[in-house]
Every structure is written in structure tokens, then in C-alpha cells.
């Protein structure tokens, strides 16, 4: 079975400084494996997804995500911080035939001036 | 193009009252899901449409909740005699069915508040 983990429910940077949010999961198969970000009051939006084809994903808005197999993270970064990017974060996965996502607990990033 | 969109976006019930949300998915995606996102569970999923068939129905949490997909588009949440606990936010997706490893697009949710 799937699962997802992301270490840290709160993440505090500078405007300007390095995102670092970090999710690790756990299949026993190659999975598929995305990042959501959730502004208040709305729904989902995907920045990214990981499909087997790179393991270094670039998404929207400037945030990439490495997957390594061999530590089973896939963690995401952007260089430097906007206070546009303060939201709550999701990462998920999905494996073989299952159709559904399996979320993290998630990340609130904050981002201060 | 238009989104997944839902209805109500909020919603107030007293306790043992039905409830029905609703779900439009983008137009020619066949897959659809539901999950609610809570405070002491995060997100859950709960069901998944292919057409209007559900292949997946293990995340449904209690013999109260159904769902059902007519016309292989709109589709309703009913959630019977509401409880306390069903307070959330109920997200709704959609896919084009095609692969494990295509985006599902959100709708904006349904914040049910039961009284």
C-alpha cells in the first residue's frame, strides 16, 4: 500500500530564501507522485508530478522536485521565496492500478517579509 | 475552458438531516473522485467513478454516505442523517481516465457544517 509523509506541518522562510518542503513515501512499486498547493478557501492546484520520465521535475511558479529512489523522497524546492507562495502544500502519490491519491498531512508555509 | 466546478460552497445542516453535494466534472474527463479534508483526518479519499460505474468504494466512511455519476458527468455526495463528525470540506476531481499517472483537477469544495 501506499503512503506519503511530510515532515514538518509548519515551515517558516524568509522572502527571498530557499523552500525546502519535504515528503517521503513508501510503495513497494514505482509510484507517481505529485505536489498540490492549496491557497485558503479554494481547492487544489497542481505544481508538479513525478511519472517515471525525469527525476528532476520543474513545475509552475518555480518550484522542482528531485525523486530519489534510493532515500524514497520526493522533496520540493524553490530558490527563493515570494509571499505569494505562502499556502498550504500537499504531496501524494498513487501507485499500480489505484487510481486514487494518497495525501500527506501537508505543509503550511509561511513566508516572511 | 471551465473547471470542476461544485454546489453548494457552503453548507449548514442540523444533525440527522440529509445532505447532497454536487459535482460537475470538466467536460470529457471520465474519472471522478471525491475526498474530504478535515482537521483531524487531512485528506481522505473517498470515492472513484470511472463513466458511471465505482470501482472504488473503500474510502467511503460509513453506510451513510453514497454516491452516485449519471450520464458519465454530474455526480452527487449524499450523506444521510449527518453527524457531528461529518464536518469538512468535501473536494471533488476529475481525470480523463486514461492512466494512474494523469492530474486530477480540484474544484473549489463544499465546507458542510453540521450543527
Known amino acids: 500500500a501506499q503512503s506519503v509523509t511530510q515532515l514538518g506541518s509548519h515551515v517558516s522562510v524568509s522572502e527571498g530564501a530557499l523552500v525546502l518542503l519535504r515528503c517521503n513515501y513508501s510503495s513497494s512499486v514505482p509510484p507517481y507522485l505529485f505536489w498540490y498547493v492549496q491557497y485558503p478557501n479554494q481547492g487544489l492546484q497542481l505544481l508538479l508530478k513525478?511519472?517515471?520520465?525525469?527525476?528532476l521535475v520543474k513545475g509552475i511558479n518555480g518550484f522542482e522536485a528531485e525523486f530519489k529512489k534510493s532515500e524514497t523522497s520526493f522533496h520540493l524546492t524553490k530558490p527563493s521565496a515570494h509571499m505569494s507562495d505562502a499556502a498550504e502544500y500537499f504531496c501524494a502519490g498513487a501507485s499500480g492500478s489505484a487510481r486514487q491519491l494518497t495525501f500527506g498531512s501537508g505543509t503550511q508555509l509561511t513566508v516572511l517579509p | 475552458g471551465a473547471g470542476v466546478s461544485q454546489s453548494p460552497s457552503n453548507k449548514v445542516t442540523e444533525k440527522g438531516k440529509d445532505v447532497e453535494l454536487r459535482c460537475d466534472p470538466i467536460?470529457?474527463?471520465?474519472?471522478l473522485y471525491w475526498y474530504r479534508q478535515s482537521l483531524g483526518q487531512g485528506l481522505e479519499f473517498l470515492i472513484y467513478f470511472q463513466g458511471n460505474s465505482a470501482p472504488d468504494k473503500s474510502g467511503l466512511p460509513s453506510d451513510r454516505f453514497s454516491a452516485e455519476r449519471t450520464g458519465g458527468s454530474v455526480s452527487t455526495l449524499t450523506i444521510q442523517r449527518t453527524q457531528q463528525e461529518d464536518s469538512a470540506v468535501y473536494l471533488c476531481?476529475?481525470?480523463?481516465?486514461?492512466?494512474?499517472?494523469?492530474?486530477?483537477?480540484f474544484g473549489p469544495g463544499t465546507r458542510l457544517l453540521v450543527l
Open positions: 476531481a476529475s481525470s480523463t481516465g486514461l492512466a494512474g499517472s494523469e492530474t486530477q483537477y
Open positions: 467536460s470529457g474527463h471520465t474519472a
Open positions: 513525478y511519472t517515471s520520465a525525469a527525476t
